[in-house]
């Protein structure tokens, strides 16, 4: 089978992980914004991957729009943020982003990276916003997707891990057998 993995990336998490995905597969990976859907529907698998802002995948329209080109193949979506993965964060994130004819595109987390200074201003304020908010939180009652968001406030962390890809691998996997 063949395949292409579109990604589009703010900070680096996503690319990392389409990275690791394309050495794992062997698949061509490209940037969704130069994508064009005459070359993408040619593959059997279409991965797409975001960063999540505000419950949105990035780079999600791209998908939207070619959805009925796409018939007929596999297309996965992968998200990452700097929440751990949490079932209600991922449902969240299901029903802002694949609904209507994208409810059954298989969907994964993946924990991506933090960096408060690199970010660019209006991320950063509204990180910073955030952040204030759960110091007056008790961190006894705050969900586990909140925690980190409050640990690393003054710090740059990177929590992606290649391990998090083994549910999306085998899926595509077990469209080879």
Known sequence: MTGIILYQSKYGASKKYAQWIAEETGYEMLE???ADIEKVKKYDV??????????????????KK????????KVIVYCCGAAPYDEEVLKTIKNKNLKDKLA??????????????GM????RAMCKMYVKMLEH?????????????????????DWTKNSYLTPLLELINKGEE
């Open 32 to 34: 969704t914004k130069k």
């Open 46 to 63: 279409i991965i797409i991957g975001g960063g999540v802002y505000a419950s949105s995948i990035a780079g999600i329209a791209f998908l």
């Open 66 to 73: 070619n959805i009925d080109s796409l018939s007929g193949k």
């Open 104 to 117: 059954d595109i298989p969907c994964f987390y993946f924990q991506g990276m933090w960096d408060l200074e």
């Open 120 to 123: 660019n201003f209006t991320d």
């Open 137 to 157: 939180k008790d961190p006894a009652e705050m969900k586990a997707w909140e925690k980190p968001f409050f640990e690393a406030k003054g710090k740059k962390c």
